[in-house]
């Protein structure tokens, strides 16, 4: 339950970069990171 109140807290704060279209291979450090924290809280969330 904690991980599906935190990934809706991310999807309202956190930008999502999918659609804008991000070519990851151009992405700064910090936008890898919000990436990968993305990816962790949502398949946590998932597993839940």
């Known amino acids: 339950?904690?991980?599906k109140i935190l990934a809706?807290?991310?999807k309202?704060?956190?930008p999502s970069y999918t659609?804008?279209?991000l070519d990851l291979a151009k992405a700064s450090k910090l936008q890898?990171?919000?990436i990968g924290w993305r990816y962790y809280i949502?398949?946590?969330a998932l597993d839940s």
Do not use: E, Q
Request: glycine share 6%.
């Open 1 to 3: 339950m904690f991980y």
């Open 8 to 10: 809706k807290i991310n």
């Open 12 to 14: 309202a704060i956190l």
């Open 19 to 21: 659609k804008r279209g």
């Open 32 to 34: 890898l990171a919000i």
């Open 42 to 44: 949502t398949t946590r």
